[in-house]
C-alpha cells in the first residue's frame, strides 16, 4: 500500500505541477490479505457439494408454499429492511455531497438598491445618490492533495456498505423467517405427540380402574395412571404458549401486529423436510457472498479514503476567490459595459504552527483503519466458522434422527409389549408407566431432531450468506415507502424502478476477490 501519490515526484518539481499530475496524499487501499482454507473440513461427505451454491431462493428447496409465500411477504413489509434500504438512499445523496465539493464550493449570486445621502459640511449643500449592483461571487478550493477525490473515495465505499448491509439484514430476516416457520411446526408436532401419548394414558387409566374394579390390582396403579396423565396434559398450556410467542415472532418478522396465524399458516403439517445433501462451494467463496465480509472489507476501504483526507491538512490549501457583477447610478445604465465589474482573488491558508494536531490526526486515522482490516480479518474467520459449526449440525443432526426413529419403534413396541403383560398380572403398573414416559420423551426428541435438521441447512445457508441475491434487477424501496418520500422531498429520479437497474452498486456487488491461492489460501482483490 502506497503512502500517497506524492512521494514519487520531486518537490523540487514545484507546486503547480504536482497540481497537473493529480497529486493525492495518504495510502491507496488494497484489500488487506486473509487466511482461509482450500477447502471445507467436511468435503470428504458425500452429502456435501463442493459446487457453488447455485440456488439464490434456499428456501424453495423445502418445496413448502407456505413458507416461499412468508418469505415474500417479510421482503416487502419488513420494517428492519425498509431501516436498511433508506441508509442506502442517505448514502447516495451524501455521496453526491461529496463529488459536489470537487466544484466551487461557495456561489452566491448578490444584488441589492442604496439610496443614499452625502454631507458636505460645514458649507456644502446635501446631494443624494443611488446605486444598483448586481454580482455573482465564487470561491474555489483546489484539490491539490486529493482531499476531496479522497472524500468521495470515502462515500462510495460507505455506500457500498450500506448496501451490503442492506443485504446482510436480507440474509437475516429470510434466515429468521423460516426458523419461526420451522418451530411453528416443530412445536404442533410436538402438540401432536403429547395429545397422542394423552390417548394412550387415558387408555392406561381406563385400564387400572377396571382392573381394580375387579379386584386384580390395588389403587395405587389408577393413582398413578392418574397422575401421569395429568403430568403429560400439564405440557400442552405450555406448548401452546410456546407456539402464540413463535407466531408472534414472526409476526414482527412480517411487519404486522401481533395476531393469531393459524388461518394464514393453514392447515397442521409436518415439520419441513430438508434436503439430505448441500453445495457449499469453497471458503474463498464467502468474500463475494458473504455480505457482512463486505460489509467490514468496505468499511476499511472507507476508513483508507480518511487517512488520505487527514494527511491533505498538513499541506497548504490553495483556493481561487472572484466575484463578477454590474453597479450603477441609474437603473437606465446597469447593463452598460461600463457599468461591469470583476476581481480575482487567488490565495492560500497553511496551519504550520498546529502543534503536532494535524500529524496526529493522520495517526488516529491510520489506527483506525488498522482497527477495521482486523475486523475485517476477524469476520472472515467468524463466517467459516459458522459454516463449519452448521455444516457439522446439519450431517450430525440427520445420523441422530435416523438413530431416534429407529429408538420411535422400540418405544412403542416396549409400551406394548409391557401393557400385554400388565393386562395378562406377569408385570406391574410401573413397567407401563417407564414405557410411556420414554415414548414421549423419544417421540419430543425424534420431532426436535427433525426440525434441527432443518434449522441447519437455514444456518448453513444463511452462514454462506445466501438469499441477498434476490434483490437483483429490483429497486430496494418498496413503491409504498418511494411515494411516501416523493410526497415529503424531491428525490430527482433516485427513487424511480429505473434507476436501479442503470447503477451497478444497486444490482451487485462491485467489489470481488480475485484469486486464492495455498491449501491455506491467501485471497486478495482489487479496489
Avoid at 476508513?303 to 450603477?328: D, V
Wanted: charged share 20%.
Amino acid at each position: 500500500m502506497n503512502r500517497d501519490r506524492c512521494s514519487a515526484y520531486p518537490r523540487a518539481m514545484g507546486l503547480p505541477l504536482l497540481a497537473l499530475v493529480g497529486c493525492m496524499v495518504g495510502p491507496d487501499y488494497e484489500r488487506p490479505e486473509v487466511e482461509v482454507n482450500s477447502s471445507w473440513l467436511a468435503m470428504d461427505d458425500e452429502r456435501v457439494k463442493k459446487d457453488p451454491p447455485r440456488e439464490t431462493q434456499w428456501w424453495k428447496t423445502f418445496n413448502d408454499p407456505v413458507l416461499n409465500g412468508l418469505t415474500e411477504e417479510a421482503y416487502s413489509q419488513n420494517l428492519s429492511l425498509r431501516v436498511a434500504a433508506v441508509r442506502v438512499l442517505q448514502s447516495m445523496a451524501e455521496r453526491g455531497i461529496a463529488v459536489g465539493e470537487l466544484f466551487p464550493q461557495q456561489q452566491e449570486v448578490n444584488g441589492y438598491f442604496a439610496r443614499d445621502k452625502f454631507s458636505e459640511n460645514p458649507s456644502g449643500p446635501l446631494r443624494y445618490g443611488k446605486t444598483w449592483s448586481g454580482s455573482f461571487d465564487a470561491a474555489w478550493e483546489l484539490d491539490f492533495w486529493g482531499k476531496l477525490r479522497r472524500n468521495i473515495e470515502s462515500a462510495d465505499a460507505v455506500l457500498d456498505a450500506n448496501l451490503a448491509s442492506y443485504d446482510d439484514v436480507m440474509v437475516t430476516l429470510v434466515s429468521e423467517v423460516a426458523l419461526s416457520y420451522v418451530q411453528i411446526r416443530t412445536v404442533q408436532a410436538q402438540i401432536r405427540i403429547t395429545k397422542a401419548n394423552l390417548e394412550i394414558q387415558t387408555e392406561s387409566l381406563r385400564l387400572t380402574t377396571s382392573r381394580f374394579d375387579a379386584g386384580a390390582t390395588s389403587e395405587l396403579d389408577v393413582a398413578q395412571a392418574k397422575a401421569s396423565l395429568e403430568q403429560t396434559k400439564s405440557l400442552i398450556p405450555r406448548q401452546q404458549v410456546q407456539l402464540k410467542q413463535e407466531m408472534f415472532q414472526l409476526n414482527l418478522l412480517l411487519g404486522t401486529a401481533p395476531q393469531d396465524l393459524l388461518a394464514r399458516l393453514g392447515e397442521e403439517q409436518d415439520i419441513p423436510v430438508a434436503p439430505t445433501s448441500i453445495a457449499v462451494g469453497i471458503p474463498a467463496d464467502l468474500l463475494r457472498r458473504r455480505p457482512d465480509i463486505r460489509v467490514a472489507e468496505r468499511q476499511a476501504a472507507a476508513q483508507s479514503a480518511n487517512i488520505g483526507i487527514a494527511a491533505a491538512q498538513l499541506y497548504p490549501a490553495f483556493s481561487i476567490g472572484g466575484s463578477l457583477g454590474l453597479q450603477s447610478d441609474s437603473s437606465g445604465d446597469f447593463f452598460d459595459s461600463d457599468s461591469w465589474t470583476g476581481s480575482i482573488l487567488p490565495g492560500f491558508s497553511w496551519p504550520l504552527l498546529n502543534y503536532g494536531r494535524l500529524q496526529n490526526q493522520v495517526r488516529a486515522q491510520d489506527a483506525v483503519f488498522q482497527e477495521a482490516v482486523l475486523n475485517y480479518q476477524n469476520t472472515v474467520l467468524a463466517a467459516a466458522q459458522e459454516v463449519e459449526s452448521s455444516i457439522a449440525s446439519f450431517l450430525g443432526s440427520q445420523e441422530e434422527m435416523r438413530h431416534l426413529a429407529a429408538s420411535v419403534e422400540s418405544s412403542r413396541r416396549s409400551l406394548e409389549l409391557a401393557t400385554i403383560r400388565y393386562q395378562e398380572g406377569s408385570s406391574t403398573f410401573t413397567r407401563v408407566l417407564d414405557a410411556q414416559a420414554d415414548l414421549l420423551t423419544v417421540e419430543q426428541a425424534h420431532a426436535e431432531a427433525k426440525s434441527l435438521i432443518a434449522t441447519s441447512l437455514i444456518a448453513t445457508h444463511k452462514a454462506l450468506g445466501g438469499g441477498w441475491e434476490t434483490r437483483a434487477s429490483m429497486h430496494i424501496v418498496p413503491d409504498s415507502l418511494r411515494r411516501e418520500m416523493e410526497d415529503r422531498s424531491n428525490w430527482g429520479d433516485m427513487l424511480d424502478p429505473e434507476y436501479a437497474n442503470g447503477n451497478d452498486f444497486l444490482v451487485i456487488p462491485r467489489h470481488n476477490p480475485s484469486k486464492v491461492t495455498g491449501d491455506a489460501g491467501s485471497v486478495q482483490g482489487g479496489s
